[in-house]
């Protein structure tokens, strides 16, 4: 699936596609299927670049932006906050949980007789 890029105030060129599907493609290593992938890049005169990304995955949808004076800094760090949502998604089943219910019987019984 491609991504969806949209510019306002830019032009969005082959090379900043280019860019921005190279880094979803980076985030296919996780295994967590990204179902529609959007970028949003602006710019107004004499300011930054922002760029605001978002992407639905099962369950849920993960969303990032930044604020750079170079665009592509600003596609690098949105990156960064992709992958670090993605990692906690992709680990999160393995995470440990506390369970309150599954105390052993033979130690509630033994204090009990005591």
């Known amino acids: 699936m491609t991504v969806n890029i949209t510019g306002k105030n830019l032009d969005i060129t ?4 280019d860019r ?6 980076k985030l296919e290593k996780y295994q967590v299927p990204l179902i529609s992938k959007n970028a949003t890049i602006s710019t107004e005169p004499g ?5 605001e990304v978002s992407a639905a995955i099962p369950g849920g949808q993960i ?19 992709l992958d670090r949502q993605l990692n906690k998604q ?3 089943p393995a995470a440990r949980r506390a369970s309150h219910s599954s105390k052993p019987e033979a130690e509630v019984e033994e204090q009990e007789e005591a």
């Not at 921005?20 to 493609?25: A, L, Q, R, T, Y």
């Not at 300011?47 to 760029?51: P, S, Y």
Request: aromatic share 14%; net charge positive.
């Open 47 to 51: 300011k930054q670049f922002k760029i």
């Open 20 to 25: 921005i599907e190279f880094k979803f493609k």
């Open 14 to 17: 082959p090379a900043i596609r």
């Open 90 to 92: 992709a680990h999160k």
């Open 63 to 81: 969303v990032a932006s930044a604020e750079h004076d170079d665009m592509y800094g600003a596609i690098t760090e949105v990156y960064q906050k």
